[in-house]
Each structure stands twice: as C-alpha cells, then as structure tokens.
C-alpha cells in the first residue's frame, strides 16, 4: 500500500504561489460549467462537478462565483466546450499528456503544437505516450489529516489501491471505476479532500539534466499558462538543485 512518492517531483510547479489567479479561476469555473453541463447540476448526483468543486474551493474560490458557473451551464448561452487530448515529447525524451477544454480545436492543437516545437518538442499521436500513464483517481489530504499509519489504514478501509505520505501531505490512488466509492468512503472518515480527481500518473519517470529540465520546465509552464488547457502531466525526474532553483525563480 505504501511507496516512494514521485509527487512532490512531478508536481512541484503546482506548489508555486499562482501570480495569475484570475486565469486560474477562469479554468476552474470552465470545469465546473463543463461538468455541470456534462451531468446534472448537483455535486451530490454528479461525481465530476463534486470534484470541480473542490478543486475550486481548495484555491478559496467564493461559494458565489461556483454557483455562477453551475448557472451558466443552464443557460442557453453557454459555450460549447469540448474535451481534447494531445500526446508528446518533451526535452529529454520526457512523455507530455495535456488535457483540454476548447471551443476551437484547431486553434487549441496550433498552440499546443507550436508550444512543442518552440522548447524542443514534438507533438504525436494520441496513445503515443499515454501507454506510459496509469489513469487512476488519485485523493490529496493535507499531512495534519493523520499520520502515515493512521491514513494507511483508512486506505484499506476505503478500497483505495496505495496510500502514499510525506511531509508534502497524503495521496490515496484507486481504479477509476472505484474512485467515487473511495473518494466517499475517504470523506467520511477524513473529511473533505484537498483535491480529488481522475489523473494521468507516469508508470516510470525520466531523468533528465539540468540544461533539458530548464526547456522542459518552461514547455510546461508555456503549456499550463495557456487558456484552454486544463491539466499537464509529465514523467520527468529533476534533480533536487534544479527544483529549487525553479521554485525559487
């Protein structure tokens, strides 16, 4: 149930203070209209809206501003958003997976496309890299939720597959077909996750060096900062000195 977490590695650029909160908010709030849209308005009958939800509340979203999205995707105006998926290759020979919301495909792909090519990259197929992912639901509690036995065992109780801790917080990882059982099942013993979502998360990772992780870091954020793009995942490993320094930048 336990294990090395490459979390705090693969996911260290989510940790920096986000200089622009309102494209922040502008995705989160794409989310929820989408998922309300998608399935019904309501967080307790829609497994994808309670998980839009929380991820906005977790960045002090207003309980307004995520009504607002919920109404939106009412409303006869609201956009028509579809859900695109695009595979690379980063510096380093790194494995990219980017996860979009899009009123415009072709607008999309061309960023997406031209952001590979800029730092060194190169667009593929679909199914190109993801081979190389699990897709799993993955459930984030904060390090004060208990200590690593206490969430190990609400691991197993709950049905999760692995529970890993550090001082970074806990990620319990289950089946997709679990994730809403588990996800339940965690809230009612825990309380109400950090974050809780279905995600891509790399079977192996690539180390790359410094000079290739400085390009891949900027490929990244060249790919998170744009619009339309929900989520990025990658199965680069930086060394320590290189995280710090762009933690720090």
């Excluded at 609201?78 to 980063?90: C, I, L, M, S």
């Excluded at 510096?91 to 999309?108: K, Y």
């Excluded at 667009?123 to 939720?145: D, H, K, L, Q, T």
Aim: charged share 25%; aromatic share 6%.
């Amino acid at each position: 149930m336990a294990g090395h977490s490459q979390f705090k590695n693969i996911m260290f650029r989510k940790n920096k203070q986000d200089a622009q909160r309102s494209k922040l908010f502008s995705k989160l709030s794409r989310e929820i209209t989408v998922s309300a849209k998608q399935g019904l308005p309501d967080p307790d009958h829609n497994p994808r809206l309670r998980a839009a939800i929380l991820a906005a509340k977790a960045q002090s979203m207003s309980k307004e501003v995520i009504e607002r999205a919920i109404k939106k995707s009412q409303g006869g105006d609201a956009e028509n958003y579809e859900e695109v998926r695009y595979e690379g290759f980063g510096p380093g020979g790194v494995a990219i997976i980017v996860e979009a919301l899009t009123d415009n495909r072709n607008r999309t792909a061309s960023d997406v496309r031209a952001a590979f090519s800029k730092y060194g990259g190169a667009m593929g197929e679909n199914g190109s890299v993801s081979f190389m992912f699990n897709r799993v639901g993955s459930i984030i509690y904060p390090s004060s939720a208990g200590d690593a036995d206490a969430m190990l065992e609400a691991a197993i109780e709950a049905g999760a597959d692995e529970s890993i801790s550090s001082s970074e917080g806990h990620e319990f990882l289950c089946r997709v077909e679990d994730f809403a059982a588990v996800r339940d099942a965690l809230e009612a013993k825990l309380g109400a996750p950090q974050s809780a979502k279905i995600v891509w998360r790399p079977t192996n990772t690539v180390a790359v060096s410094d000079d290739a992780g400085e390009t891949l870091s900027k490929l990244l954020d060249v790919l998170d900062d744009h619009d339309d793009v929900q989520n990025v995942y990658a199965n680069y490993e930086m060394s320590e000195a290189l995280m710090e320094k762009l933690s720090a930048a």
